[in-house]
């Protein structure tokens, strides 16, 4: 049932305002009283029918004066704010102006989201004109109280931008539904006040009526009313205006999505790591790489077991030919007997230089990449090529030591494919996947209120490039070899220095030394090296791998050696 509700607001200031008004008119003579005419009409009585589906069929009968305006015009917005950053859509149809059913020939137009009526008032001969149109989007759904019957609210300004003044407002909307609240708005478009009368569910007003006046051109007058939703259909049509806030809006949907995309990507992620990522596991036990066998009370001598060159041992290690691959391979190749590391003879405050000497009958048969770097670093026919110098002479090749290298551990049987052709298929993958993900971002932020999905996108593309570069994938031999090489970097950092074989300390070190370059602990061994020194001669020639200038010392090792590691990287790697 409808609960009866009349108001009506204290009348004596308007009759004031009215008398005010009259006697100025008088002193101000016929003139005033002729514009006044023209710019205000006698009433705007509105006929309203609002159904069921909450379709508003609104007619407005407009009284002019006996002085009428050339136009009469009344604009109708098509949008108002809902809030921060939304806001009601209505759609406003079938707008046109008749007298006594006579088309009086209207023009219609959109503006500036407005519905504009622009009405040849001679055209209505004196005779009242009717505003009819049909409006949907003017009932709202109400959230929903607890143990409480839904319910929607019906809100419409009857009155809006007409062009004149008027004297009186009236109007009832018919309607089925029954009103549990009313209320009535008027006056300035900003800040409305209260309407002169309102009712509804009473005696005398059944139907939801109104009663104002006078008012100003471009003023409004507003009706609101409550009902159960049962009985007058929402169809309300919310639109947003963009907005950071709104785009990135946290709620149930949009966390739960954003929080589902990123449960996917990483199930996914991980289930491409897990396929195409992870090493397969070792068939048999770790690979022994090289051991020290006892030779003596207190002694022990190293041997490699496994022939596994430094570089190889690097590439498996980490996936990489890195610097210091290329590196303890040019030390490998010196101590095997390929060539020699001459340092040479430099001014007082000249920057240390070497060159490499070519030597023939070194041990082991060269590796495809040892030969290409050998030939680069020392050519079988030419001068000898300097550190200084390397880039140019060797820069060129350094790529193709790389290739020939991972080309190596997978001839090898440690890999099933090349650790960078793996890697760098992901990679790509991870920038194709970045950049969708950031073009539905931008969709998302610009279109919806799911940014949080794309930032979820946006994470996941970010882990493919992450896990991109743990996807090489060791085979069984290389997992084992792995494995191995654990142990032999262990016993490189932890194994005593001093228990060489006596005479033959700078030969066992020295073929250990390029292996600790790699992985670890090359400082404890090159010290080892110069305790091995046991006189105050100089040692220029005392190491086969190694000449120096006549007055160099054994104890200068350490000193010489990271400056021709850090020289030698850094002018072959920063070209």
């Not at 505003?131 to 003017?138: E, K, P």
């Not at 609240?181 to 509804?200: E, K, L, S, Y």
């Not at 939801?208 to 100003?216: E, K, S, V």
């Amino acid at each position: 049932m409808s609960n009866p509700s009349t108001h009506t607001r204290p009348s004596t200031l308007p009759r004031v305002l009215t008398a005010l008004a009259l006697g100025l008119a008088l002193l101000l003579g016929p003139a005033a009283l002729s514009a006044h005419a023209a710019d205000t009409a006698k009433s705007y009585a509105v006929d309203a029918k609002l159904d069921p589906f909450g379709t508003l069929s609104v007619e407005a009968t407009v009284t002019l004066g006996d002085a009428p305006p050339a136009q009469l015009v009344q604009k109708f917005d098509t949008r108002r704010s809902a809030g921060t950053s939304s806001y009601y859509e209505y759609e406003i149809t079938g707008l046109k102006a008749t007298a006594e059913g006579t088309d009086l020939g209207a023009s219609v137009t959109d503006e500036d989201r407005q519905k504009i009526i622009t009405i040849d008032t001679a055209k209505a001969a004196g005779k009242p004109i009717v505003i009819s149109y049909s409006v949907v989007g003017a009932v709202h759904a109400n959230p929903k109280a607890d143990q409480h019957e839904a319910t929607t609210t019906f809100a419409w300004y009857f009155l809006q931008g007409l062009s004149v003044g008027v004297e009186e407002v009236s109007g009832t909307i018919a309607s089925a539904a029954p009103t549990s609240w009313i209320d009535c708005r008027a006056g300035n478009p900003v800040a409305p006040g209260a309407c002169t009368n309102w009712q509804a569910g009473t005696h005398d007003a059944p139907m939801p009526t109104f009663n104002d006046g006078p008012r100003g051109a471009g003023e409004v007058v507003m009706l609101t009313f409550i009902t159960p939703a049962s009985a007058l259909a929402a169809n309300e049509k919310i639109g947003h205006d963009w907005s950071l806030d709104r785009a990135f809006t946290v709620s149930w949907p949009t966390a739960l999505a954003a929080l589902g995309a990123l449960l996917l990507g990483g199930l996914a992620l991980w289930g491409l790591h897990r396929r195409a990522g992870r090493d397969v596991a070792a068939m048999n036990h770790p690979t022994m790489i090289a051991e020290f066998s006892p030779v003596a009370e207190g002694e022990s001598e190293f041997a490699m077991v496994t022939d596994v060159r430094p570089g190889q041992i690097g590439t498996v290690a980490d996936e990489r030919v890195d610097p210091v691959d290329v590196t303890g391979t040019l030390l490998d190749l010196a101590v095997r007997g390929h060539l020699r590391i001459v340092q040479l003879p430099v001014g007082e405050h000249a920057p240390m230089d070497w060159s490499f000497t070519r030597l023939g009958g070194g041990t082991g048969e060269l590796r495809p990449y040892e030969k290409t770097l050998l030939d680069a670093v020392a050519p079988a026919e030419g001068d000898p090529i300097k550190v200084s110098g390397i880039a140019e002479a060797v820069g060129p090749v350094v790529d193709t030591v790389q290739d020939e290298l991972y080309d190596d551990v997978v001839a090898s049987g440690w890999f099933d494919k090349r650790p960078d052709t793996a890697r760098n298929t992901f990679v790509m993958a991870g920038w194709i996947a970045l950049v969708v993900a950031l073009v539905v971002l931008g969709l998302l932020v610009a279109f919806t209120e799911y940014g949080l999905v794309g930032l979820a996108l946006v994470v996941i593309a970010v882990g493919l490039l992450w896990v991109s570069q743990q996807m090489p994938r060791r085979s069984a031999r290389g997992s084992e070899l792995l494995a191995g090489l654990h142990g032999f970097a262990s016993l490189l950092q932890h194994h005593r220095t001093d228990q060489m074989p006596k005479g033959r300390e700078l030969s066992e070190i020295s073929q250990l030394l390029p292996y600790a370059v790699v992985l670890g602990g090359k400082d404890r061994w090159i010290q080892a090296l110069v305790a091995a020194d046991g006189d105050d001669e100089a040692d220029s020639t005392k190491l086969d791998w190694y000449h120096a200038p006549a007055d160099w010392h054994l104890h200068h090792l350490p000193a010489s050696l990271d400056a021709f590691i850090t020289a030698v990287q850094g002018r072959l790697f920063s070209r």
